[in-house]
């Protein structure tokens, strides 16, 4: 078995060799010889020419627009982004009555609290960002009035 570009080749050895092939090269054997005027040359050569510098140009100016629409599209993202953020309110939590509620209900409701919690404000929460609701009792502290007499 013959390898298959081996018969290939062989088969663009005989279309070369065809007869209308063989009737194609003497037609062009048989054309005159033109030889190229300098002038057309140089006037090719001059137009080569302003066509490498206008790409030239064109590259240039690419290459400093482009870093500079980049930042145009970037400062109108940001200032989308500043402009139709939602204000930002303080988390309110409302205490659970737990002699009303339940123990349960308590823990339940506490759970919730400090998921949403942790959900908003992440690791920490301000002491100004915490708004506390329904709420007649003052949390219990360790600080007394005498504490704040020094200042």
Same mark, same amino acid.
């Given at each position: 078995?013959?390898?298959? +570009? @081996?018969?290939?080749?062989?088969?663009?050895?005989?279309?070369?060799?065809?007869?209308?092939?063989?009737?194609?090269?003497?037609? =062009? @054997?048989a054309l005159p010889e033109e030889t190229v005027s300098l002038a057309w040359r140089s006037a090719l050569n001059e137009r080569v020419l302003q066509?490498?510098?206008?790409? +030239?140009?064109?590259? @240039?100016?690419? *290459?400093?627009?482009r870093p500079a629409v980049g930042l145009a599209m970037a400062g109108a993202m940001a200032f989308v982004v500043v402009m139709r953020t939602p204000?930002? +309110?303080?988390?309110?939590? #409302?205490? &659970? $009555?737990?002699?009303?509620?339940?123990?349960?209900?308590?823990? #339940?409701?506490?759970?919730?609290?400090? &998921?949403?919690?942790?959900? !908003?404000?992440? =690791?920490?929460? $301000?002491?100004?960002? !915490?708004? #506390?609701?329904?709420?007649?009792? =003052?949390?219990?502290?360790? *600080?007394?009035?005498?504490? /704040?007499?020094? /200042?």
């Open positions: 078995m013959k390898d298959p +570009k @081996r018969l290939e080749m062989m088969n663009a050895d005989e279309r070369l060799n065809s007869e209308a092939q063989q009737a194609i090269r003497q037609t =062009v @054997r066509e490498a510098q206008l790409s +030239k140009r064109r590259q @240039r100016l690419a *290459w400093l627009l204000e930002t +309110k303080p988390i309110s939590i #409302v205490r &659970a $009555n737990t002699a009303a509620a339940g123990l349960e209900a308590a823990l #339940v409701s506490t759970h919730r609290e400090t &998921a949403m919690l942790t959900d !908003v404000a992440g =690791v920490g929460l $301000n002491a100004t960002e !915490v708004e #506390v609701l329904a709420s007649d009792e =003052v949390p219990p502290t360790d *600080w007394s009035e005498a504490d /704040f007499d020094g /200042f």
